[in-house]
């Protein structure tokens, strides 16, 4: 929205990057977010006709939370709805200092309408609600201080919780230690900032500089108290070049997904669902609304990727195959197909099992017993190219658990053929 429209409608001409409909205006009323100016609201036709100017919404309560002088603007990375009232707004606030804040608007009870931006009711209240702002030191620091630059990327909110997905800010280096970033959860029956930091945050930050910054949140459309975050970026080293290069950084990590199965007191790695390649930057996340079995991730400059619920890492989504085709130098696959040893090994009662595929590939995986029988058909399908993993679960093909014992497993992608063993301790 720059150019034409900005100069008819009062935008200015900024990187816009976010807007969300007004849940009591959903055809027409418009929150816009653009970097260094604020947050705008007008209303806007179907056809693309600017119903009404946009008007910077000021406000005394949204200045005295998140101040506008230099190096402390209003700049925001996510605008969204409570799912549960039409008229409380969460506002992720990055550089130069992150941040959520709850806005509840304000409406003309007889009409059911908005009230204008220039109403002193347009927003009744302000509250910040996670401060997400990290010094080096590991302490919290206060909207004003525009040395702290925890950046909150991601907001997901649930009928309990407001969760944050934070990544180090733009100042990194500080007394040789990375600000820090990751996961926060906030109670939205709290009547504070009572919130928590559920991965990373000023504990796992020190002279290691172990900084885990999350991107994407979604919440499992199956299951609602299940929580996924991905991460954006795992690692970094303080220490930099006079290029302003990182040198010995461990950012060769695999872009690791987390789950929680209670509403988010605890978040848990999963080991099956990660995929080795530099820089993810995985800066969102969703599940796809029509096979809710799967979740798509893009990346800042590393392509799109995919992850399937529990049968494997995040692959890389495959370019068009005349790009395909002259892309043999795919620093992303692997060099050639195999089939690792499971892990754990021995195991109880669940297990991992890896395989590379260079190229994609009808992949038949399946478990037999030592005498040759087979128990159970993990995989029987067409796959995509990538560095990929399956669960067996110590189950045959009737969900019947097998006992103790010796377990051969055998892959055959393509004419690639591989046979492994592992062993079942009950």
Same mark, same amino acid.
């Given at each position: 929205?720059?150019?034409?429209?900005?100069?008819?409608?009062?935008?200015?001409?900024?990187?816009?990057?976010?807007?969300?409909?007004?849940?009591?205006?959903?055809?027409?009323?418009?929150?816009?977010?653009?970097?260094?100016?604020?947050?705008?609201?007008?209303?806007?036709?179907?056809?693309?006709?600017?119903?009404?100017?946009?008007?910077?919404?000021?406000?005394?309560?949204?200045?005295?939370?998140?101040?506008?002088?230099?190096?402390?603007?209003?700049?925001?990375?996510?605008?969204?709805?409570?799912?549960?009232?039409? &008229?409380?707004?969460?506002? #992720? !606030?990055?550089?130069?200092? /992150?941040?959520?804040?709850?806005? $509840?608007?304000?409406?003309? %009870? *007889?009409?059911?309408?908005?009230?204008?931006?220039?109403?002193?009711?347009?927003?009744?209240?302000? &509250?910040?609600?996670?401060? #997400? !702002?990290?010094?080096?030191? /590991?302490?919290?620091?206060?909207? $004003?201080?525009?040395?702290? %630059? *925890?950046?909150?990327?991601?907001?997901?909110?649930?009928?309990?919780?407001?969760?944050?997905?934070?990544?180090?800010?733009?100042?990194?280096?500080?007394?040789?230690?990375?600000?820090?970033?990751?996961?926060?959860?906030?109670?939205?029956?709290?009547?504070?900032?009572?919130?928590?930091?559920?991965?990373?945050?000023?504990?796992?930050?020190?002279?290691?500089?172990?900084?885990?910054?999350?991107?994407?949140?979604?919440?499992?459309?199956?299951?609602?108290?299940?929580?996924?975050?991905?991460?954006?970026?795992?690692?970094?080293?303080?220490?930099?070049?006079?290029?302003?290069?990182?040198?010995?950084?461990?950012?060769?990590?695999?872009?690791?997904?987390?789950?929680?199965?209670?509403?988010?007191?605890?978040?848990?790695?999963?080991?099956?669902?990660?995929?080795?390649?530099?820089?993810?930057?995985?800066?969102?996340?969703?599940?796809?609304?029509?096979?809710?079995?799967?979740?798509?991730?893009?990346?800042?400059?590393?392509?799109?990727?995919?992850?399937?619920?529990?049968?494997?890492?995040?692959?890389?989504?495959?370019?068009?195959?005349?790009?395909?085709?002259?892309?043999?130098?795919?620093?992303?696959?692997?060099?050639?197909?195999?089939?690792?040893?499971?892990?754990?090994?021995?195991?109880?009662?669940?297990?991992?099992?890896?395989?590379?595929?260079?190229?994609?590939?009808?992949?038949?995986?399946?478990?037999?017993?030592?005498?040759?029988?087979?128990?159970?058909?993990?995989?029987?399908?067409?796959?995509?190219?990538?560095?990929?993993?399956?669960?067996?679960?110590?189950?045959?093909?009737?969900?019947?658990?097998?006992?103790?014992?010796?377990?051969?497993?055998?892959?055959?992608?393509?004419?690639?053929?591989?046979?492994?063993?592992?062993?079942?301790?009950?």
């Amino acid at each position: 929205m720059t150019g034409g429209i900005s100069g008819s409608a009062g935008l200015p001409n900024g990187e816009i990057h976010d807007f969300t409909f007004d849940k009591r205006s959903p055809k027409k009323g418009l929150f816009v977010a653009v970097r260094y100016y604020g947050i705008y609201y007008g209303t806007v036709e179907t056809n693309g006709t600017v119903s009404s100017t946009f008007v910077k919404i000021t406000d005394t309560n949204l200045t005295a939370k998140i101040p506008s002088g230099a190096g402390q603007h209003h700049n925001y990375s996510r605008l969204e709805f409570d799912p549960d009232s039409s &008229d409380i707004l969460y506002l #992720a !606030r990055h550089w130069p200092a /992150g941040g959520v804040f709850r806005i $509840r608007l304000g409406f003309n %009870a *007889s009409t059911g309408q908005r009230l204008a931006v220039s109403s002193s009711d347009f927003i009744k209240s302000v &509250d910040e609600v996670i401060t #997400a !702002r990290v010094d080096a030191l /590991g302490s919290e620091r206060s909207p $004003r201080d525009s040395t702290a %630059a *925890s950046d909150v990327i991601n907001l997901l909110i649930t009928k309990e919780h407001v969760f944050a997905g934070v990544t180090c800010g733009d100042t990194i280096d500080v007394g040789g230690i990375n600000y820090c970033g990751g996961l926060v959860q906030w109670a939205k029956t709290a009547q504070s900032e009572n919130y928590f930091w559920r991965i990373g945050g000023p504990s796992s930050i020190g002279v290691t500089s172990k900084t885990i910054a999350i991107g994407g949140v979604a919440q499992d459309p199956f299951y609602p108290d299940t929580i996924f975050a991905v991460t954006h970026r795992f690692t970094l080293k303080a220490s930099r070049d006079a290029d302003q290069l990182y040198r010995g950084e461990e950012n060769y990590k695999p872009m690791h997904i987390w789950r929680s199965v209670n509403g988010g007191a605890t978040f848990n790695k999963l080991e099956y669902w990660q995929s080795e390649h530099r820089f993810p930057e995985a800066v969102t996340m969703a599940f796809f609304p029509d096979s809710p079995d799967s979740m798509i991730m893009p990346t800042h400059g590393n392509g799109i990727w995919i992850a399937a619920r529990y049968t494997g890492p995040p692959y890389i989504v495959p370019p068009p195959k005349a790009v395909a085709d002259t892309s043999q130098g795919n620093q992303n696959l692997p060099k050639r197909f195999a089939l690792h040893a499971n892990y754990p090994n021995p195991f109880n009662p669940t297990t991992v099992i890896k395989y590379d595929l260079p190229k994609a590939a009808h992949v038949t995986l399946t478990i037999y017993d030592v005498l040759g029988r087979k128990v159970r058909t993990l995989l029987d399908k067409d796959m995509l190219a990538g560095y990929q993993s399956i669960v067996w679960e110590g189950k045959d093909d009737r969900d019947v658990p097998v006992a103790s014992g010796i377990y051969l497993y055998r892959i055959q992608a393509a004419a690639f053929i591989k046979v492994k063993k592992m062993m079942l301790l009950r």
